[in-house]
Structures are given as structure tokens and as C-alpha cells.
């Protein structure tokens, strides 16, 4: 019996920089030798290993997994090349069989077209896996050994929470051989948290096993329980069994053998719940009236006499709607008096008349007429008016976190802040915060929150926090 135990601890991750995959294992594949090519494979896997741990960090559970799962492919084809190549590992690649050559060819390309791995979407990743699996596997069933044996790659994990019910595959197993065709797809044993699942809850597709864990077991995971607590992991085991060739031609039969694996796993990714406020000062114009009144001019007549006054008023820039009156006041001993105050966009002009009484017919006057001369008006000037504007955005339960906001940003608003709490769901804590200050329509900015472990972008008005 074969044992193996890979400690694979599936967590969220976010991507560092990564080497071209092509140049990273060797150039032309038919020029290089055996370990050269195994070099490049582990420098690789090297790479791979740095960007898993940096996600781990960030907590990108999906990602992690799928880094997790290409340096498991890696790793266990690292060492099946070296047993079947221990005695020629100098040998090139062009120097094998055609057979072989095209496996070791058809692997670096799956490879290399899994450079851009984190920046694919998720059914776009998982297709890349298979093939980089696939191409894995065809190498494995080409390589000069002797018996062919189970290899595990590793597991991804879907959220295991009991609120999301069954699902056909909670979790998927990837390897080699996984079922010997020697033994009639004997159906390997899969337990998870210690329990065996029913074999009606294993689906075997020769190189992937599904697998969808009952409600009981995802209840007793305790997923649910204590919000404000990390994620707890759980062991999957794996039992799978293959015919071991015994005898010599022409009597041979097969023996069987197991192999067994184990790893651990994260239930579910961390669900977040995300308050985002939006606060600022709104600025907005109004109009407001306002009155003038120019100084009086004193004006005096005699009898049969007449005298003039003006007066002009000029509105402030911005102004409307100036209206004017003209007007004479404390007037005594006049004939009769005329005032007009006419508008001219912005400028009020007036003017205004006065004839003294007549004299009697004895040819006396009976005194000198008088009177104050003056404008009077209003019109309208726009004020600004600041008052406190705020906006709050809630998302619950999000996992992974991946959040959009499209937010009410105009020209009106100033002082503008965007300020984002992130919290476990169902837990008060504040785990992290990302601070946006300075925010107009037109701004682009990525933010980091304070610990690192989330973004976020705005543009546009729209604000996308991720892990």
C-alpha cells in the first residue's frame, strides 16, 4: 500500500508578478535535456508556490486553489520524470521516442498558456487546469516505467456552507489514474471530516473525482458558527486502488494494490459583509432679493420755475430681475412733479421733474417749492448654499469578495470621501478599511485598505472592492 500526504491547505490568494511559463521550462523543448527541462518545471513551481502564498495572504480562496492545483500537476510530474529518466537525465528531448517528444511538447504549451491563470475567469481558469492536467497525464502514460500507480494534483473546495445546500460537486479531487481500468474502475473510498461519503455521493471520471458532501457533515464542519473566528480546515482522505502486474509472460495476473492520500481544506471562503459611505457637501445655488435705495437729492423751484434730478443704479455681475421705482418725497409749494426709472439690463436710471406754483394774479409768490429725489429697487443675486450629503451602500454575505457601487457623484458635491468597513459576515469587528479622499466625477485611483488585504478601484463614478 501506497501512502501519501500533502498538506494542501486551500486558501484565497492575490497574483505577484509570474516569468513567462514557456521561457521558464526550457526554450525548445527538443534542444533541451531531461533535467533541464525538470529545472525549469521547478523553478516554476517555485513561482507558483511565491504567487499561492502571497494570495494566501489576501484570501482569494478560488485563486489559491487553482495556483495550488497547477504546482501539484507540476510536482508530481517532476517526480515521475526523474524515476522514469534516473538513469538518462541528460538525455534530450529529441532523443526519445516520437511518442514522448510530443507529451514533453504538448505539456510546456498547457503550461505556458496558463501564465495568465489569475487574470481569467473562474470557468476560464478551471478549463486551463484541465488541460494542464490532461497534458500532465499524457506525459505520466507515456514515460518509460514499469507499473503505472495513483497520482494526487490536489482539491479544489466550493463554499461548503450548510446555507448553501447540496451541490453535485463540493469538491473536486484531481490526479492520475485514479481508477485502473485493470480493475474494472474499482471506485475508490473518499472520506471527509473522518466520515466516509456513500458511493452515490463520488462521482469517478477516470482522472477527477466529484464529490458532494452531505448536509449532516457540512453542519457538523461548524461553518456557520462563530462569524468573528478564521475559517477552520477539515481532512479529505483518498483510497484508490490499482493492479499491480505479477508473474512472468505467459502467466501474469494482477495484484491489487492502494494508495492512499490526504489533505486538508478550508470549508468555505470568508463571506464579508461591506458598508460603504459615500459623505460630502453639497453645494447648491439659490436666489436671493435684495433692496437699494440710492441717497435723496434736494431740489427747489420758484413759482414758475421747474428743476430736474437723476439718479443710477448699477447691480452687482450675476445679477437678474432689477426692478426700479422713482420717487419724490417731502415735497411742498410744487405745481406738479414727474419720476420714471427705467431698466437697461443690470443699470436702473432715473430722473425726475419739479415746476414751482403759479404766482397769484396780485403778482406775489407764495413760496418756494422743494422736494428729495431718489431710486428705489430690488433685484436677485445667487447665493450658494452648502448643506451635508451622505450615501450608504450595504452588501452582506458576499464570498469571495467582490463588490460594485455605482455611486451618485456630481459637480455639486465637494469635500467628497468614500470610506469602506469590511467585517466577516455576521461579525461587528472591523477587520479592514480602505479610505478614498478627494473624490470628483472625473477621478481614477486604486486604493489598498490599510492592511493590505483588499482594493479598490474607482472610475467613473462606480467603485469595485475585491480581495
Known sequence: MKKFVILAVLLLVVSSPQKNLAQTVGGAVGAASVSAFVAGLRGLVNDIDEKAENLIQLGN????????????????????????????????????????????????TQFAAAEGLVSLSAEEAQETIYKAQGAANQLLDRLPIGDRY???????????????GEKPADIEILGFLLSDPHLDRKRPVV????????????SVLEDRILVSVPLEIKERLGLDNEPCNPRRTFPIALQTFYAEQR??????????????????????????DVLLEFVATRITQKWERRTFETEPQYRNVGCERGNNASARFEAPPGSRLLQCTAQWTGTSNLKRQSADCPVGGLVATGSGSIRGRDKEWTGNCPGGGHGYFNIKGSYEVPVNDAEPF???????????????????????LIDSTIKIAIHRHLCTELIDQIDISGVTPALRTEQSSRNGNFKALLQNGQVTIEE
Open 191 to 202: 472520506s471527509v471530516a473522518g466520515e466516509v461519503i456513500d458511493a452515490h455521493d463520488v
Open 150 to 164: 495513483p497520482v494526487f494534483y490536489g482539491a479544489t473546495v466550493g463554499d461548503l456552507s450548510p446555507a448553501k
Open 247 to 272: 508473474g512472468f509472460w505467459p502467466i501474469r495476473w494482477n495484484r491489487e494494490r492502494t494508495a492512499e492520500f490526504s489533505t486538508s481544506a478550508l470549508a468555505a471562503p470568508d463571506r464579508y
Open 61 to 108: 480562496i478560488a485563486a489559491a486553489q487553482q495556483q495550488m492545483l497547477l504546482a501539484g500537476i507540476l510536482t508530481q510530474t517532476i517526480d515521475q520524470i526523474e524515476t522514469a529518466y534516473a538513469d538518462s537525465l541528460d538525455k534530450t528531448i529529441d532523443g526519445l521516442s516520437v511518442l514522448e517528444q510530443n507529451a514533453f511538447t504538448n505539456l510546456q
Open 390 to 412: 451622505s450615501s450608504d451602500y450595504e452588501f452582506t454575505d458576499n464570498a469571495p469578495l467582490d463588490v460594485n457601487a455605482n455611486l451618485r457623484i456630481d459637480e455639486t
